[in-house]
């Protein structure tokens, strides 16, 4: 289909299909560590203590923007179900096949690209929200990283939390 450009179907099948994620960047983070995992040791204090304020900022942002992505779906009249087998179609090359009809089609593609519009800005506004903390994007995905990997890093933090 010329209509839809595959980025802007793949941005909005990420976006569109994010459930709870605890920071924009952990989407980008490996599932296991290169190199030697980062330890709590690695992490002063501070830098967690201003890990858990902007990845609560971050979250909100997300929350937000999920809520936009919901509304720019539900405004084609379609849901975030048949959006998301809309998007495994296209991929498939069967969209025409899986649509109801035309119809179906154009509010799709109006979907996938109000939905792709979103992302540049949620992405501005959660690099903001980590730098704001005095972290660099770079330190709070090495953190976020060590976080999902690393039990004494989650131990840490969670003792911060609870201070």
């Not at 990845?55 to 929350?63: F, G, L, P």
């Not at 009249?77 to 009809?101: C, M, P």
């Amino acid at each position: 289909m010329g209509l839809i450009k595959k980025g802007t179907i793949a941005a909005a099948f990420i976006v569109a299909s994010m459930s709870y994620v605890p920071a924009a960047y952990a989407q980008q983070a490996s599932a296991s560590p290169t190199g030697s995992q980062q330890t709590s040791s690695k992490f002063s204090d501070d830098e967690l203590k201003k890990f858990i304020e902007a990845n609560t900022e971050v979250t909100e942002i997300q929350q937000a923007n999920r809520q936009a992505v919901v509304a720019a779906i539900e405004e084609q009249n379609l849901t975030l179900d048949r959006f998301n087998e809309l998007v495994k179609a296209h991929r498939q090359q069967k969209l025409e096949e899986v649509a109801a009809n035309p119809e179906e089609i154009s509010a799709f593609s109006e979907a996938a690209q109000s939905v792709a519009k979103l992302q540049p800005e949620t992405k501005e506004k959660v690099k903001q929200a980590i730098e704001k903390t005095g972290l660099t994007a770079d330190k709070y995905k090495k953190i976020m990283q060590a976080y999902e990997n690393n039990a004494a890093v989650q131990a840490k933090i969670a003792k911060l939390v609870n201070q």
